[in-house]
């Protein structure tokens, strides 16, 4: 008896390397923020639903959502530009954070 070998179709069989969904993305960004996407400031939602309407790539959407965090870490750290700091000041504030 032998056996034929056949490769898979689908490039992504076990859904490794994206998003099944919009929303598995969506609870995977609010897992890695620790927070629901909910507390989120429109603009910021805004953002997240146009990195998903590009892709559901899960490298390309999680390398996204840790630049805003390292961008949140630079506010902190005072190394933002002023323009940027007051915009990301009114961000944090609108969705709770207190600074």
């Known amino acids: 008896m032998e056996l034929t070998v056949q490769s898979f179709v689908d490039p992504d069989p076990f859904q490794e ?9 969506k609870l995977a960004s609010a897992d ?3 927070q629901p996407l909910a507390k989120l400031t429109p603009e910021q939602m805004a953002d997240i639903d146009a990195i998903l309407g590009n892709t ?3 490298q390309a959407v999680m390398s996204q959502i840790r630049d805003w965090t390292a961008e949140v870490r630079s506010f902190l750290q005072g ?21």
């Open 32 to 34: 890695y923020l620790g």
């Open 79 to 99: 190394q933002l530009p002023t323009s940027r700091t007051q915009d990301l000041r009114e961000q944090l504030l609108k969705i709770g954070i207190p600074l």
């Open 17 to 25: 390397l994206t998003f099944p969904t919009v929303i598995a993305a």
């Open 56 to 58: 559901l790539n899960k």
